[in-house]
């Protein structure tokens, strides 16, 4: 297995592992115990035929770890001499080329003493305040002793919350890993309507989360320049979800085939078109509205500096071969132009959910 790591080791690591160690009296030095050969060192072999000849490097071969040295040559059969390959492993450098005032730099850098650093003023700690894993969740870091992560899911893994530590660093119900354990296992976490039981499955945007012994339902919006944050709704309105449309199918039959950004599909006769929305009823996946992307809409910012952020469309610029598809937006009385990609509608004049 070594020998095969070695071989199909890419050209830089290889050249790498061309050194072997130094003299004593060089060891004293420069305090290293090992260089990378080059081109003019004084070495001597300490092994082998050739064992107690010195002389200075000559030529290195990087896929044979090997060098030549000056004065080590064989005579051909057919006259002329040729150069003798002695593996690095058997020579030590006697002398460094110091012609390279990089190579000298690195090497007298690990002799020069640390500079004693002054002492810091001890600072108060501050109250409750943590590092952030992301900014764009809020997950403390370095809490916890187990983190879970994202499997290959409903949404994508940079964009989602795994239910363990949606339970335990979100919204606070459970403590510890094990807490969490119980309650997914036990069948007391719904998500859009569905019992899941895994503590790995993606909860992303517009997701709507129900608690077993819990009255509170909470669906996962951008918010506060957070890609996902949980907010309370009313009980009426956990069985409505916005969808983005992010394909557009014809299948057998000429029917459309819809799909959405959390995964799902939908055969449906309904006119839509790729960006526009859907208000659909979970768990039954029934398309309840069409929400248009149109001039006068009403969207939010789902990634980038605006996440969050509500505003109304002013223009629509179609794709071109070097741009995709933009918006004129207007938020905060401030325009912007922004990707369709990063934003979601949610309506007209109004959202046609809950979503603060």
């Known amino acids: 297995m070594r020998n095969q790591q070695n071989y199909q080791a890419l050209q830089q690591i290889r050249s790498k592992r061309v050194g072997t160690n130094i003299s ?45 040295v000056e004065g080590i040559k064989k005579e051909k059969l057919k006259g002329g001499k040729f150069d003798v390959l002695i ?8 002398s460094l080329n110091t012609d390279d005032k990089w190579r000298v730099r690195i090497l007298e850098n690990k002799d020069k003493p640390k500079a004693e650093s002054k ?50 660093d979100v919204l606070n119900v459970v403590t510890t890993l094990r807490e969490a354990k119980s309650v997914i296992y036990n069948g007391k976490v719904t998500i859009d309507g569905i019992i899941r039981k895994s503590l790995h ?22 918010t506060h320049g957070h890609t996902l944050q949980p907010i309370k709704i009313e009980t009426d309105e956990k069985s409505k979800k916005i969808v983005k449309v992010t394909s557009k199918t014809t299948i057998k039959g000429k029917k459309t085939q819809l799909g959405f950004h959390d995964g799902r599909t939908i055969i449906t006769d309904n006119n839509v078109n790729v960006g526009d929305s859907c208000l659909i009823q979970i768990p039954e996946q029934k398309i309840l509205d069409v929400i248009k992307l149109e001039k006068d809409s009403l969207v939010m910012v789902i990634k980038g500096v605006n996440t969050g952020k509500i505003g109304h469309i002013n223009n629509i610029n179609e794709s071109t071969f070097t741009l995709s598809k933009r918006i004129n937006l207007t938020i905060d009385k401030k325009k912007f132009e922004i990707p369709v990609d990063l934003v979601i509608v949610i309506g007209k004049e109004k959202p046609v959910i809950q979503i603060r």
């Open 24 to 68: 004593k009296q060089l060891r004293q030095k420069y305090t290293h115990r090992n260089v990378r050969i080059v081109i003019g060192d004084t070495v001597k072999v300490v092994r082998g035929e050739y064992k107690g000849i010195e002389g200075k490097v000559t030529k290195i071969i990087i896929d044979k770890s090997s060098v030549a």
């Open 87 to 94: 593996h690095s492993s058997n020579v030590i450098i006697t």
């Open 119 to 168: 002492p810091k003023a001890e600072s108060k700690p501050k109250a409750e305040s943590k590092p952030k894993a992301e900014s764009k969740r809020e997950i403390n870091r370095k809490n916890k002793r187990f983190a879970i992560t994202v499997r290959p899911g409903s949404h994508p893994k940079n964009r989602s919350i795994p239910t363990a530590l949606l339970l335990r």
């Open 201 to 222: 499955h993606s909860i992303g945007l517009m997701d709507v989360v129900e608690l077993q012994g819990i009255s509170d339902v909470y669906r996962l919006v951008p």
